[in-house]
Nanobody, 115 residues
């Protein structure tokens, strides 16, 4: 059984930085796309960034230039470096990984950005 565990969320002031991590464990052969999504209260979950196994990245417009996604295939881990955080970035952040054709989600980590 595959499990994804996120870490690194917390409270930060506007303009600050946080680094999220998401590690997969269990029966894993290889992981194809990895991604980060977020969901604010009362809103739908939205894509933040994705990265392929080969390292190609895709970002939502609202994080371009501020967030950087990366991955360590040997550790089955994906990261999200978040800089210049804004109050509107406050959300629960979820990682998603495609493993053997199935999508797996973490339980989420809360990021709160204060003024």
């Amino acid at each position: 059984q595959v499990q994804l565990v996120e870490s690194g969320g917390g409270l930060v002031q506007a303009g600050g930085s946080l680094r999220l991590s998401c590690a997969a464990s269990g029966s894993i052969f290889s992981i194809n796309p990895m991604g980060w999504y977020r969901q604010a209260p009362g809103k739908q979950r939205e894509l933040v960034a994705t990265i392929t196994r080969g390292g190609s990245t895709n970002y939502a417009d609202f994080v371009k230039g501020r967030f950087t996604i990366s991955r360590d295939n040997a550790k089955n881990t994906v990261y999200l470096q978040m800089n210049s955080l804004k109050p509107e970035d406050t959300s629960v952040y979820y990682c998603k990984m495609e493993i053997r054709g199935m999508d797996y989600w973490g339980k989420g980590t809360l990021v709160t950005v204060s003024l």
